[in-house]
């Protein structure tokens, strides 16, 4: 349950007046611009965005997963290139240490990611480990007080300006009991940042290669501190992770159905508002449907979650229905706008370009089939 629920109501329309009055006039600028402008950057901040979900005892806010879903539903009705600023800061770039880590380690890191002082980023994708995670290839090994590193990692988010990396690398055998997890800097003798991908869509979102050459982390930053538990951890961080996209999923959908709804009652076509013809309204009404169905989802894992109970089905099950209907609101979205959907002026086929992505990061919407599949069988075992 919500604790203070005169300070969060504060919090969610302080969130709907800067999405509306700040973001969501300069989405074009960030698609064009392919960046956030620096002074929306320190708006965030100033806002305390940077620290939603990291413990009040490290300088964060602390938000329940309830509040953080309803927080993060109202993030979602704007360009998906905001919440990636200070995103990855709250969730999977963060969490890691939140749930693992020593006193030490969030003592030393937890208060500069809260406020924005320095930029999170995970890193646990690779060319041959995908879906397939635990297969990565990336290797750590000790020397006295020191970890090197080698190996790639691809498509991380953030990582051009990313000051620290939760990095997933393995220290022992095949599989995921031999993989750990590390917090890795920036400055690390032997870390580089591939080139900056252009992308489909989410224009603005900095997503690159970090290379990593006998890369030297101290032995400290392994999280935890006990090797073999990274893989554990990286899964934990993804389901809070896919909970959180699937909160912004129905976000963005809410957005683009308002944005539907305004255009149908404004456009007319054969003497009235195509809101009035039957084949316009059914679309609108499955998309609210859908919109509200993926709502009750995210806010009773949420629940769950703050319960105490273990999420993994849910959060799968949230992450895969609300990514997948996310895309068909945004597809009827382009349809009710006809051609004008079309055009980037409207700003609908940006959206629909960014919402794609949804289906396939912190996990594809077929390993959520599958991550579903297999708790129900192990559960009925």
Not at 124 to 151: C, H, M, P, V
Not at 157 to 171: E, G, H, Y
Not at 238 to 254: K, N, S
Request: proline share 3%.
């Amino acid at each position: 349950m919500i604790r203070d629920q005169a300070s969060f109501a504060q919090l969610i329309a302080t969130l709907r007046r800067f999405v509306a009055g700040r973001l969501v006039p300069n989405e074009a600028r960030v698609s064009a611009e392919d960046c956030v402008p620096p002074e929306l950057i320190a708006e965030m901040r100033a806002l305390g965005l940077f620290g939603l979900s990291i413990p009040e005892d490290y300088g964060g806010l602390g938000l329940t997963m309830e509040e953080e879903a309803l927080a993060a539903i109202e993030i979602g009705r704007t360009s998906p290139a905001f919440r990636s600023v200070f995103g990855t800061n709250n969730g999977i770039g963060s969490q890691g240490i939140v749930m693992d880590g020593t006193p030490a380690q969030k003592q030393r890191w937890l208060p500069r990611l809260a406020t924005g002082e320095i930029i999170a980023a995970f890193a646990l994708t690779e060319a041959e480990a995908g879906s397939d995670a635990a297969s990565l290839k990336t290797t750590a090994r000790r020397e006295g007080d020191l970890y090197r590193l080698n190996g790639t990692k691809r498509f991380i988010t953030n990582s051009p300006v990313a000051d620290i990396f939760t990095l997933m690398a393995r220290t022992g055998g095949e599989g995921a009991g031999g993989i750990s997890a590390f917090i890795v800097e920036r400055s690390s003798p032997g870390l580089s940042i591939g080139k900056p991908e252009r992308k489909m869509g989410q224009q603005g979102t900095a997503i690159a290669d970090v290379v990593l050459e006998d890369c030297q982390v101290p032995a400290g930053n392994l999280i935890g501190g006990v090797e073999g538990q990274g893989f554990k951890t990286a899964m934990k961080v993804l389901d809070r992770g896919r909970l959180h996209i699937a909160a912004v999923c129905v976000g963005t959908a809410e957005r683009l159905i308002a944005d539907s709804l305004h255009y149908a009652m404004g456009r007319r076509q054969f003497g009235k508002p195509i809101a009035e013809f039957q084949l316009v309204q059914a679309m609108l009404a499955e998309s609210r449907t859908e919109a509200y169905a993926a709502r009750c989802m995210v806010i009773d894992a949420a629940r769950r979650k703050d319960a105490g109970e273990a999420i993994s089905t849910e959060a799968s099950c949230c992450k895969l229905f609300a990514s997948e209907m996310v895309g068909r609101v945004a597809d009827r979205a382009v349809q009710i706008h006809g051609g004008a959907g079309y055009i980037a002026d409207y700003g609908i086929e940006r959206f629909y370009r960014d919402v794609r992505l949804f289906r396939i990061y912190e996990g594809t919407s077929q390993i959520q089939q599958l991550v579903i599949a297999r708790n129900m069988i192990r559960d009925a075992s």
